[in-house]
Protein backbone atom coordinates (compact mmCIF):
# COMPACT_ATOMS: atom_id res chain seq x y z
CA UNK A 1 0.00 0.00 0.00
CA UNK A 2 1.17 3.26 -1.17
CA UNK A 3 1.87 6.00 1.88
CA UNK A 4 -0.61 8.12 0.91
CA UNK A 5 -3.12 5.57 1.05
CA UNK A 6 -1.85 4.69 4.01
CA UNK A 7 -2.17 8.25 5.52
CA UNK A 8 -5.49 8.99 3.93
CA UNK A 9 -6.87 5.64 6.47
CA UNK A 10 -5.06 7.15 9.37
CA UNK A 11 -6.90 10.44 8.57
CA UNK A 12 -10.50 9.39 8.28
CA UNK A 13 -10.36 7.10 11.24
CA UNK A 14 -7.40 8.70 13.77
CA UNK A 15 -8.91 7.95 17.39
CA UNK A 16 -12.75 6.47 17.09
CA UNK A 17 -11.36 3.58 19.01
CA UNK A 18 -9.91 6.19 21.93
CA UNK A 19 -12.73 8.05 21.94
CA UNK A 20 -14.74 5.11 22.58
CA UNK A 21 -12.53 3.83 25.06
CA UNK A 22 -12.74 7.38 26.69
CA UNK A 23 -16.79 6.82 26.84
CA UNK A 24 -16.04 3.74 28.93
CA UNK A 25 -13.34 5.43 30.70
CA UNK A 26 -15.92 8.16 31.72
CA UNK A 27 -18.20 5.57 33.59
CA UNK A 28 -15.48 4.76 35.90
CA UNK A 29 -14.58 8.90 36.26
CA UNK A 30 -18.42 8.88 37.16
CA UNK A 31 -18.26 6.29 39.72
CA UNK A 32 -15.28 7.62 41.06
CA UNK A 33 -16.98 10.62 42.21
CA UNK A 34 -19.02 8.75 45.23
CA UNK A 35 -15.23 7.77 46.15
CA UNK A 36 -13.18 10.86 46.97
CA UNK A 37 -9.93 9.50 47.72
CA UNK A 38 -9.33 8.82 44.17
CA UNK A 39 -10.74 12.58 43.35
CA UNK A 40 -8.23 13.37 45.35
CA UNK A 41 -5.58 11.07 43.81
CA UNK A 42 -7.22 11.62 40.02
CA UNK A 43 -6.65 15.69 40.09
CA UNK A 44 -4.04 16.79 42.48
CA UNK A 45 -1.92 13.89 43.30
CA UNK A 46 1.19 15.05 41.18
CA UNK A 47 2.57 11.25 40.00
CA UNK A 48 0.81 8.46 38.77
CA UNK A 49 1.45 5.45 39.69
CA UNK A 50 -0.38 2.57 38.44
CA UNK A 51 -0.82 -0.95 40.31
CA UNK A 52 -2.30 -3.70 37.17
CA UNK A 53 -2.09 -1.25 34.47
CA UNK A 54 1.67 -0.89 34.25
CA UNK A 55 1.94 -3.37 31.23
CA UNK A 56 -0.33 -3.90 28.25
CA UNK A 57 -4.00 -4.38 28.93
CA UNK A 58 -6.63 -5.44 26.13
CA UNK A 59 -9.76 -4.87 26.08
CA UNK A 60 -13.05 -5.57 23.98
CA UNK A 61 -15.45 -2.87 23.68
CA UNK A 62 -18.82 -3.93 22.30
CA UNK A 63 -21.76 -2.10 21.66
CA UNK A 64 -25.41 -3.60 21.76
CA UNK A 65 -28.98 -2.21 20.67
CA UNK A 66 -30.64 -2.79 24.12
CA UNK A 67 -33.78 -1.34 24.79
CA UNK A 68 -36.79 -2.31 21.95
CA UNK A 69 -34.59 -2.66 19.57
CA UNK A 70 -34.71 -6.26 17.11
CA UNK A 71 -32.20 -8.03 18.69
CA UNK A 72 -31.24 -6.44 21.70
CA UNK A 73 -28.18 -8.32 22.59
CA UNK A 74 -27.00 -8.46 19.34
CA UNK A 75 -23.64 -6.54 18.84
CA UNK A 76 -23.70 -3.66 16.55
CA UNK A 77 -19.86 -2.50 17.43
CA UNK A 78 -16.93 -4.67 18.03
CA UNK A 79 -13.32 -3.21 18.60
CA UNK A 80 -10.45 -4.64 20.23
CA UNK A 81 -7.99 -2.10 22.24
CA UNK A 82 -4.77 -3.13 23.32
CA UNK A 83 -3.32 -0.41 25.53
CA UNK A 84 0.36 0.33 26.16
CA UNK A 85 1.06 2.72 28.83
CA UNK A 86 5.09 2.12 28.74
CA UNK A 87 4.70 3.11 24.97
CA UNK A 88 1.44 5.35 25.19
CA UNK A 89 0.26 3.99 22.47
CA UNK A 90 -3.61 2.22 22.07
CA UNK A 91 -4.16 0.06 19.25
CA UNK A 92 -7.76 -0.73 17.65
CA UNK A 93 -8.99 -3.59 15.77
CA UNK A 94 -12.70 -3.27 14.34
CA UNK A 95 -14.13 -6.39 13.80
CA UNK A 96 -17.41 -6.42 11.59
CA UNK A 97 -20.91 -7.56 13.19
CA UNK A 98 -20.82 -10.06 10.12
CA UNK A 99 -17.75 -11.99 10.74
CA UNK A 100 -19.30 -15.98 10.29
CA UNK A 101 -17.76 -18.01 12.90
CA UNK A 102 -17.88 -21.63 12.44
CA UNK A 103 -17.67 -22.43 16.18
CA UNK A 104 -21.20 -21.73 16.26
CA UNK A 105 -22.33 -21.94 12.80
CA UNK A 106 -23.60 -17.46 13.25
CA UNK A 107 -22.57 -14.36 13.06
CA UNK A 108 -20.15 -12.70 15.77
CA UNK A 109 -22.78 -10.15 16.58
CA UNK A 110 -24.59 -13.12 18.07
CA UNK A 111 -22.06 -14.20 20.37
CA UNK A 112 -22.81 -11.98 23.39
CA UNK A 113 -26.54 -12.80 23.33
CA UNK A 114 -25.61 -16.74 22.77
CA UNK A 115 -23.63 -16.58 25.60
CA UNK A 116 -26.04 -14.70 27.85
CA UNK A 117 -28.85 -16.67 27.13
CA UNK A 118 -26.71 -20.23 28.56
CA UNK A 119 -25.81 -18.04 31.62
CA UNK A 120 -25.51 -14.65 33.23
CA UNK A 121 -21.97 -13.26 32.25
CA UNK A 122 -21.85 -15.79 29.53
CA UNK A 123 -21.76 -13.06 27.05
CA UNK A 124 -18.62 -11.63 27.58
CA UNK A 125 -16.84 -14.69 28.18
CA UNK A 126 -17.80 -16.19 24.47
CA UNK A 127 -17.43 -13.29 23.37
CA UNK A 128 -14.33 -13.06 24.34
CA UNK A 129 -13.08 -16.25 23.39
CA UNK A 130 -14.17 -15.94 19.96
CA UNK A 131 -12.47 -12.45 19.34
CA UNK A 132 -9.22 -14.16 20.77
CA UNK A 133 -9.54 -16.67 18.50
CA UNK A 134 -9.88 -14.34 15.56
CA UNK A 135 -7.17 -11.95 16.28
CA UNK A 136 -4.61 -14.67 17.82
CA UNK A 137 -4.82 -12.21 21.15
CA UNK A 138 -5.41 -12.05 24.15
CA UNK A 139 -8.39 -10.36 26.07
CA UNK A 140 -7.98 -9.20 29.60
CA UNK A 141 -11.38 -7.48 30.02
CA UNK A 142 -14.23 -6.54 28.29
CA UNK A 143 -17.58 -3.97 28.36
CA UNK A 144 -20.61 -3.87 26.98
CA UNK A 145 -22.76 -0.59 26.49
CA UNK A 146 -26.17 -1.17 25.24
CA UNK A 147 -27.13 2.44 23.15
CA UNK A 148 -30.58 2.85 25.14
CA UNK A 149 -28.77 4.34 27.90
CA UNK A 150 -26.55 6.18 25.58
CA UNK A 151 -29.61 7.77 24.20
CA UNK A 152 -30.72 8.65 27.28
CA UNK A 153 -27.19 10.31 28.63
CA UNK A 154 -27.09 12.40 25.37
CA UNK A 155 -30.78 14.30 26.22
CA UNK A 156 -29.75 14.49 29.87
CA UNK A 157 -26.89 16.39 29.52
CA UNK A 158 -29.01 18.66 26.65
CA UNK A 159 -28.08 16.70 23.36
CA UNK A 160 -24.68 17.66 21.21
CA UNK A 161 -23.68 19.98 18.65
CA UNK A 162 -21.70 18.02 15.73
CA UNK A 163 -20.75 19.28 12.29
CA UNK A 164 -22.01 17.05 9.38
CA UNK A 165 -18.80 16.72 6.93
CA UNK A 166 -21.09 16.03 3.87
CA UNK A 167 -25.25 15.19 3.05
CA UNK A 168 -26.29 12.07 4.68
CA UNK A 169 -28.74 10.37 2.47
CA UNK A 170 -29.77 6.41 3.70
CA UNK A 171 -33.25 5.13 2.26
CA UNK A 172 -33.01 1.72 4.05
CA UNK A 173 -32.65 2.58 7.88
CA UNK A 174 -34.89 0.60 9.97
CA UNK A 175 -37.73 1.23 11.60
CA UNK A 176 -37.73 0.29 15.56
CA UNK A 177 -40.43 -2.28 15.87
CA UNK A 178 -40.77 -3.35 12.40
CA UNK A 179 -38.03 -5.78 11.74
CA UNK A 180 -40.87 -8.08 10.89
CA UNK A 181 -43.65 -6.50 9.54
CA UNK A 182 -45.57 -7.97 7.13
CA UNK A 183 -46.42 -4.84 5.54
CA UNK A 184 -50.21 -6.23 4.79
CA UNK A 185 -49.06 -8.84 1.95
CA UNK A 186 -50.79 -12.35 2.87
CA UNK A 187 -48.84 -15.63 3.60
CA UNK A 188 -48.18 -16.61 0.22
CA UNK A 189 -47.08 -13.00 -1.05
CA UNK A 190 -45.21 -12.62 2.21
CA UNK A 191 -43.00 -15.78 2.04
CA UNK A 192 -42.34 -15.17 -1.78
CA UNK A 193 -40.95 -11.31 -1.04
CA UNK A 194 -39.21 -12.37 1.96
CA UNK A 195 -36.48 -14.45 -0.54
CA UNK A 196 -36.33 -11.52 -2.31
CA UNK A 197 -32.87 -9.73 -3.42
CA UNK A 198 -34.07 -6.40 -1.92
CA UNK A 199 -35.91 -6.27 1.30
CA UNK A 200 -36.39 -2.43 0.74
CA UNK A 201 -38.40 -3.32 -2.29
CA UNK A 202 -39.97 -6.57 -0.35
CA UNK A 203 -40.89 -4.86 2.78
CA UNK A 204 -41.16 -1.05 2.42
CA UNK A 205 -42.70 -0.34 5.38
CA UNK A 206 -40.05 -1.80 7.48
CA UNK A 207 -37.58 1.08 6.63
CA UNK A 208 -37.71 5.09 6.50
CA UNK A 209 -35.31 7.92 5.01
CA UNK A 210 -32.61 8.95 7.18
CA UNK A 211 -31.16 12.15 5.79
CA UNK A 212 -28.62 14.83 7.78
CA UNK A 213 -27.68 18.25 5.98
CA UNK A 214 -24.25 18.96 5.76
CA UNK A 215 -23.51 21.46 8.75
CA UNK A 216 -23.55 22.18 12.04
CA UNK A 217 -26.51 20.27 13.96
CA UNK A 218 -28.11 20.23 16.75
CA UNK A 219 -28.69 16.45 17.76
CA UNK A 220 -30.44 14.72 20.90
CA UNK A 221 -30.07 11.52 22.06
CA UNK A 222 -32.03 9.69 18.95
CA UNK A 223 -30.89 11.63 16.72
CA UNK A 224 -27.48 11.21 17.16
CA UNK A 225 -27.77 7.50 17.72
CA UNK A 226 -29.40 7.30 13.98
CA UNK A 227 -26.14 9.15 12.69
CA UNK A 228 -24.02 6.52 13.82
CA UNK A 229 -25.68 3.62 13.43
CA UNK A 230 -26.98 4.65 9.63
CA UNK A 231 -24.98 1.43 7.37
CA UNK A 232 -26.82 1.86 4.17
CA UNK A 233 -26.43 5.71 3.27
CA UNK A 234 -25.16 6.55 -0.52
CA UNK A 235 -22.22 7.50 -1.75
CA UNK A 236 -19.23 7.76 0.42
CA UNK A 237 -21.03 8.25 3.83
CA UNK A 238 -22.10 4.03 3.09
CA UNK A 239 -18.74 3.01 4.06
CA UNK A 240 -17.54 1.35 7.14
CA UNK A 241 -14.91 4.57 7.34
CA UNK A 242 -17.84 7.08 7.18
CA UNK A 243 -19.43 5.30 10.05
CA UNK A 244 -16.46 5.29 12.17
CA UNK A 245 -15.90 8.79 11.38
CA UNK A 246 -19.08 9.95 12.36
CA UNK A 247 -18.94 7.62 15.40
CA UNK A 248 -15.88 9.90 16.50
CA UNK A 249 -17.45 12.99 15.88
CA UNK A 250 -20.47 12.03 18.43
CA UNK A 251 -18.51 10.28 20.99
CA UNK A 252 -15.92 13.35 20.95
CA UNK A 253 -19.21 15.76 21.07
CA UNK A 254 -20.00 13.77 24.10
CA UNK A 255 -16.94 14.05 25.91
CA UNK A 256 -16.56 16.79 25.53
CA UNK A 257 -20.42 17.75 27.17
CA UNK A 258 -19.77 15.18 30.18
CA UNK A 259 -16.31 16.87 31.25
CA UNK A 260 -17.39 20.47 30.63
CA UNK A 261 -17.73 22.50 34.06
CA UNK A 262 -21.77 22.68 33.39
CA UNK A 263 -21.78 18.44 33.49
CA UNK A 264 -18.94 17.35 35.12
CA UNK A 265 -18.85 20.04 38.27
CA UNK A 266 -22.83 19.60 38.82
CA UNK A 267 -23.59 16.70 40.99
CA UNK A 268 -27.05 16.05 40.17
CA UNK A 269 -25.90 15.63 36.57
CA UNK A 270 -23.25 13.29 37.17
CA UNK A 271 -25.27 11.68 39.61
CA UNK A 272 -27.93 11.14 37.07
CA UNK A 273 -24.98 9.74 34.66
CA UNK A 274 -23.95 7.11 37.25
CA UNK A 275 -28.02 6.46 37.65
CA UNK A 276 -28.49 6.06 33.57
CA UNK A 277 -24.86 4.02 32.68
CA UNK A 278 -24.95 1.55 35.99
CA UNK A 279 -27.77 -0.23 34.09
CA UNK A 280 -26.83 0.11 30.66
CA UNK A 281 -23.06 -1.50 30.72
CA UNK A 282 -21.82 -5.18 31.59
CA UNK A 283 -17.97 -5.87 32.16
CA UNK A 284 -15.72 -8.08 33.80
CA UNK A 285 -13.50 -4.89 35.50
CA UNK A 286 -13.95 -5.56 38.90
CA UNK A 287 -15.21 -2.34 41.13
CA UNK A 288 -11.76 -2.64 43.21
CA UNK A 289 -10.17 -1.71 39.74
CA UNK A 290 -11.87 1.29 38.69
CA UNK A 291 -9.01 3.55 39.86
CA UNK A 292 -6.62 2.01 37.90
CA UNK A 293 -8.31 2.38 34.87
CA UNK A 294 -9.27 6.43 35.73
CA UNK A 295 -5.44 6.61 36.71
CA UNK A 296 -4.76 5.03 33.07
CA UNK A 297 -7.03 7.19 31.29
CA UNK A 298 -5.02 10.36 32.81
CA UNK A 299 -1.95 8.59 31.40
CA UNK A 300 -3.20 7.91 28.22
CA UNK A 301 -4.30 11.16 27.46
CA UNK A 302 -2.44 12.14 24.76
CA UNK A 303 -1.37 8.42 23.53
CA UNK A 304 -0.28 7.73 19.46
CA UNK A 305 -3.45 5.59 18.02
CA UNK A 306 -3.52 2.99 15.79
CA UNK A 307 -6.83 2.19 13.71
CA UNK A 308 -7.81 -0.65 11.78
CA UNK A 309 -10.70 -1.81 10.33
CA UNK A 310 -10.94 -6.02 9.15
CA UNK A 311 -12.95 -5.70 5.85
CA UNK A 312 -13.28 -6.49 2.45
CA UNK A 313 -11.11 -3.72 1.06
CA UNK A 314 -11.38 -0.80 -0.99
CA UNK A 315 -11.48 -0.68 -5.15
CA UNK A 316 -11.20 2.92 -5.20
CA UNK A 317 -8.10 3.01 -3.21
CA UNK A 318 -6.62 -0.05 -4.92
CA UNK A 319 -6.19 -1.83 -1.87
CA UNK A 320 -6.75 -5.25 -0.74
CA UNK A 321 -8.74 -6.72 2.64
CA UNK A 322 -8.14 -9.52 4.56
CA UNK A 323 -12.07 -10.71 4.39
CA UNK A 324 -14.20 -11.71 1.17
CA UNK A 325 -18.13 -11.93 1.06
CA UNK A 326 -19.15 -15.73 -0.21
CA UNK A 327 -22.13 -16.39 -2.00
CA UNK A 328 -25.18 -17.10 0.81
CA UNK A 329 -25.25 -21.33 1.13
CA UNK A 330 -26.10 -23.60 3.62
CA UNK A 331 -22.35 -23.54 4.96
CA UNK A 332 -23.17 -19.87 5.98
CA UNK A 333 -26.98 -20.80 7.13
CA UNK A 334 -28.27 -19.01 3.94
CA UNK A 335 -27.27 -15.51 5.01
CA UNK A 336 -24.77 -12.67 3.89
CA UNK A 337 -21.42 -13.24 5.70
CA UNK A 338 -18.19 -11.99 5.88
CA UNK A 339 -15.16 -14.98 6.03
CA UNK A 340 -11.49 -14.52 5.99
CA UNK A 341 -10.23 -14.81 2.72
CA UNK A 342 -8.12 -17.35 2.62
CA UNK A 343 -11.50 -19.00 3.92
CA UNK A 344 -13.84 -19.74 6.88
CA UNK A 345 -12.04 -20.80 10.25
CA UNK A 346 -8.43 -19.56 8.70
CA UNK A 347 -7.38 -16.68 10.83
CA UNK A 348 -3.33 -17.30 9.83
CA UNK A 349 -3.51 -13.60 7.94
CA UNK A 350 -5.68 -11.85 10.25
CA UNK A 351 -3.24 -13.12 13.49
CA UNK A 352 -0.63 -11.91 11.05
CA UNK A 353 -2.06 -8.64 11.03
CA UNK A 354 -3.41 -8.06 14.37
CA UNK A 355 0.21 -8.26 15.93
CA UNK A 356 1.68 -6.10 13.22
CA UNK A 357 -0.88 -3.49 14.09
CA UNK A 358 0.11 -3.46 17.61
CA UNK A 359 3.51 -3.71 17.58
CA UNK A 360 4.53 -0.88 15.29
CA UNK A 361 1.04 0.72 13.56
CA UNK A 362 2.85 1.81 10.57
CA UNK A 363 3.01 -2.00 9.05
CA UNK A 364 1.34 -2.16 5.36
CA UNK A 365 -2.35 -2.17 6.45
CA UNK A 366 -3.85 -4.65 3.82
CA UNK A 367 -0.85 -6.84 2.13
CA UNK A 368 -1.84 -7.83 -1.54
CA UNK A 369 -3.45 -11.74 -2.22
CA UNK A 370 -0.24 -13.65 -2.82
CA UNK A 371 -1.28 -16.76 -4.65
Known amino acids: MSKRIYEKRKKIIPRVGILIL ?5 LFVIKAVQVLPILYELFFKQEITLKKTNERVNILLLGIGGGKHDGPNLTDTIIFASIDPKK ?19 KINTAYALGENKQKGGGLLLTKAIVEKILGQ ?3 YALRVDFTGFVRAVDMIGGLNVTVDRNLDD ?14 FEQEE ?4 ATAASQLDAFPC ?5 YFEKGLQHMDGETALRFVRSRHATGAEGTDFARSQRQEKIIQAFKDKVFSAGTFLNPIRVVS ?5 KDSID ?3 KQEEYDDFIKLARKMENAQVHSAVLDEGDPQEKRNGLLTNPIPSKLFDNQWVIIPRRGSGNYTEIHSYAQCVIETGNCEVFPPIIE
Open 22 to 26: AVFLT
Open 88 to 106: KTVSLVSIPRDFWVPDFNA
Open 138 to 140: NVD
Open 171 to 184: YEYPIDGKETDTCG
Open 190 to 193: FEKR
Open 206 to 210: RYEHL
Open 273 to 277: LYDIF
Open 283 to 285: TDI
